[in-house]
């Protein structure tokens, strides 16, 4: 008798739209349920996912996981293939089905905020993530703190704003949590967000308005407290094109002194990445750096 094959990291889940509860003017939480959800798995508060709207017939997506998936996804028609984009899991209650989604609306500018914007209950969707099943690290996230984490930095825009609220809902429940510095750009005054807060963190909220994006996460890498000790001889950088690759640099860091997360429209992340590893000297290892967006592109 063979043996089963072993469980696949993800899988791809149906889900259906079950409400939708508005969080700011430019962000609503969306809430997915499916009895295939109970299979679903979350790593960190960073955790990605993809969701495959409606193609351009309207049609919902209706994929078949196979191993080779992603290169028979790339090889459909862009007339009848499902837009993916990614997300982050911001809340997980597998044992009743439901996952909820924060998206960042926009109007109709782009499929996944329109859907967000227009759907009712009961329309569904197609979601990859994590298989509950699997039995190692399935990946798809980038919240790693060495274990006793002194000093943590977070720069964010509105669309790492899920994972950022996730990640300091996980350091609020510590006993002993990291002197930490985040800042979030956000498009408006009215989108903040009520966040937890100990003695040693401090959020500063930096609506931009009619700015450009990504100016203002700049700006607060800029004037960032990093601590004395980092200062050293900075690496050289490898040239990232952001109109045509993801900047993603993970950290591997090799101290608990400081660690970073900075994560928002791909060339302010590559801004920061100079500002911060060849003029303020802090080390390359210690920073997670992550274009979730290009303004003016499409990135799956």
């Avoid at 994929?63 to 080779?68: C, Q, R, S």
């Amino acid at each position: 008798m063979e043996s089963p094959a072993p469980a696949s990291p993800y899988m791809l889940f149906d889900v259906a739209l079950k409400a939708k509860t508005p969080l700011t003017p430019h962000l609503s939480r969306l809430t997915f349920h499916g009895e295939q959800v109970r299979r679903m798995a979350t790593l960190s508060p960073d955790q990605r996912i993809k969701i495959f709207f409606p193609d351009p017939q309207g049609r919902p997506a209706a994929l078949v996981h196979t191993p080779d998936w992603y290169a028979r996804y790339k090889q459909t028609d862009a007339a009848v293939r499902p837009p993916m984009r990614t997300y982050t899991i911001r809340h997980l209650r597998a044992e009743a089905g439901e996952v909820d989604v924060d998206f960042v609306l926009h109007g109709d500018n782009g499929p996944a905020s329109a859907w967000a914007t227009h759907a009712e209950p009961g329309e569904t969707l197609q979601i990859m993530a994590p298989n509950r099943a699997f039995a190692g690290d399935a990946g798809g996230y980038e919240w790693k703190p060495p274990a006793g984490l002194k000093q943590l930095l977070l720069i964010a825009d509105e669309t790492a704003l899920p994972a950022l609220a996730g990640i300091l809902e996980e350091l609020a429940a510590l006993p002993a949590p990291p002197t930490t510095q985040a800042f979030v750009e956000v498009a408006a005054p009215e989108d903040q967000l009520p966040l937890p807060s100990w003695p040693g963190l401090t959020i500063e909220w930096m609506p931009r308005g009619l700015g450009a994006p990504g100016a203002l996460m700049i700006g607060a890498a800029q004037r960032a407290v990093l601590p004395a000790s980092l200062a050293r001889t900075a690496p050289a950088l490898a040239e990232v094109d952001v109109d045509q690759a993801i900047l993603w640099d993970r950290a591997a860091p090799e101290d608990p002194g400081f660690y970073g997360w900075v994560a928002g429209e791909a060339a302010a992340v590559l801004a920061i990445r100079r500002l911060l590893i060849t003029d303020r000297k802090a080390p390359r290892q210690a920073l997670n750096l992550m274009g979730y967006w290009r303004e003016g592109r499409v990135l799956d």
